[in-house]
């Protein structure tokens, strides 16, 4: 709800309407909060809530007393968060690792000390989470009033800050939207491992790669902070080829790292797995599955860098339309057909990252000015977006039978592909083996006009040995 704020104050920066990021701050809070009241209501009521979804009366208490300790930290959040990318959007950007670094800091001593020494548990433990938050947002307020570096961008309260809510939660909304459906595409993939066959290695094979992947994606959420503002102030202030080629420098910069990290998950991929268990057969499973993930790593160092941009210019409804296609009209109907028509397993739960990844590639292209386009298209476009892979049952990337294929359509595996027609497109082949011999192969060909925007095709193929 509150990415609103991180578009329109960087565009009010660029457009040096200074006044302006104060105002939107306020009416960001003030949104934010009233979002708050009906989260603390559902927190309040979590331990009948999580009986009828199921949980035993135990699990439920215990976790109802966590719950109720962070209520206050939803409202530190929604302070928080319109605090932060207002100092975002001016590159100030420093004062606030600071302010976090040591919190941190006493937030563990102190931790340690109401849970073990006090005796508080879990209710202690959620309690300091709450305070943590609000000690962090009470020093970032105090940095931005007293700081020179603020001075013209924050002007003290006004009541502006209580018009144009409905235009503002219509944007925020839809900011909503898409991350929403982004964090539950991941929980529903938990629930569906935990429904393939051998679940326990599933889940724990699953979660270990996850795991990694969320590490390696909080280093991109930083190029998408970076993205944001940047696109933002450039277009506030005017400068649409100046945004241009600040989306090619740090989709680069962000794509070059997530590579050397990738590299580094491979050579590691027998071993990577003992810094979370013991087990072997784990060990092996997240071994297999590696060569998915290190792709998957570099998918996500670009991806959050596209979700900047399109937050910077105001497209968040349009990601979240984005999102629904590519993760549940694709990713997990095609997930559960390979999972479990072809038992295929974990390997196929990453299918909806994919698709969106190269979706929200074309949509890079066809939305930016024209005047830029051609640039984009050679510095990005061709990295991942002309592409052919195949997979076989170790998941191992390589060339397959299908070349001719392509070919006849215009296209060559090691060349960028041509155009045909009067479109450009691109041919994504994926193709497994099952252990009864039989294979399923997904085609996912992009296919982009110019002047027509993008359409996409998904093919399925059932195939024999």
């Known amino acids: ?11 009010a920066y660029g457009a040096h309407k200074y006044d302006m990021l104060g105002v939107y701050l306020q009416r960001s809070t003030v949104l934010l909060m009233a979002t708050g009241v009906p989260l603390a209501v559902l927190y309040a009521f979590s331990r009948p809530i999580l009986v009828l979804l199921g949980e ?57 000390l109401v849970v073990y020494q ?50 503002f939660f219509k944007l925020s909304l ?23 066959k051998d ?62 990290i990738a590299l580094g998950i491979l050579l590691c991929r027998d071993y990577i797995s003992y810094i979370f268990t013991d087990g072997e057969d784990v060990a092996a499973a997240v071994s297999k599955l590696t060569p998915l993930l290190g792709l998957t790593l570099i998918l996500n160092g670009i991806q959050p860098v596209l979700s900047g941009v399109a937050v910077g210019c105001g497209w968040q409804a349009f990601v979240a339309y984005v999102n629904v296609g590519c993760y549940y009209i694709v990713g997990i109907p095609l997930g559960c057909l390979l999972g479990f028509y072809f038992d295929l397993g974990a390997a196929l739960d990453s299918m909806g990252l994919f698709e969106r990844l190269r979706f929200k590639l074309a949509v890079g292209q066809s939305q930016l000015p024209e ?20 997979t076989d ?8 039978h299908l070349q001719d294929q392509l070919e006849q359509r215009g296209g060559r595996s090691h060349e960028k592909t041509e155009q045909v027609g009067r479109q450009d497109t691109s041919v994504v082949r994926i193709r497994t083996k099952t252990k009864g011999g039989k294979g399923v192969m997904v085609t996912l060909r ?20």
């Open 1 to 11: 709800m509150g990415s609103a704020v991180e578009t329109l104050c960087g565009q």
């Open 56 to 112: 035993s009366p135990e699990i439920a208490s215990a976790a109802a007393v966590f719950v109720y300790g962070l209520i206050p930290q939803i409202f530190a959040y929604a302070a928080n968060f319109p605090i932060q990318k207002f100092m975002q959007a001016q590159s100030i950007m420093a004062p606030s690792a600071y302010i976090s670094a040591a919190t941190l800091a006493v937030h563990l001593v102190l931790s340690y």
């Open 118 to 167: 006090l005796g508080l548990g879990l209710l202690g433990a959620s309690l300091m989470l709450s305070i943590s938050w609000w000690v962090i947002v009470a020093a970032q307020f105090v940095y931005i009033v007293t700081s020179r570096r603020c001075r013209l961008t924050w002007t003290g309260f006004s009541t502006l800050a209580f018009s144009g809510l409905p235009e």
């Open 174 to 196: 839809a900011s909503a939207v898409m991350l929403c459906l982004e964090t539950w595409y991941f929980q529903i993939l938990v629930l569906i491992a935990g429904l393939l």
């Open 199 to 260: 679940p326990e290695m599933a889940l724990a094979s699953l979660s270990v790669c996850m795991t990694i992947s969320g590490w390696v994606f909080m280093i991109s959420v930083g190029f998408n902070a970076a993205a944001s503002v940047r696109v933002s102030n450039e277009l506030g202030a005017g400068n649409p080829k100046s945004a241009a080629f600040s989306v090619v420098v740090v989709t680069v910069l962000s794509f070059v790292l997530s590579v050397l």
């Open 371 to 390: 005047s830029a386009k051609s640039r984009y298209l050679v510095s990005i476009g061709y990295l991942e977006w002309y592409d052919r892979r195949y």
């Open 393 to 400: 049952a170790d998941l191992d990337l390589g060339l397959g």
């Open 446 to 465: 992009a296919y982009m006009a110019r002047t027509n925007g993008i359409r996409w095709e998904v093919d399925l193929y059932v195939v024999k040995k």
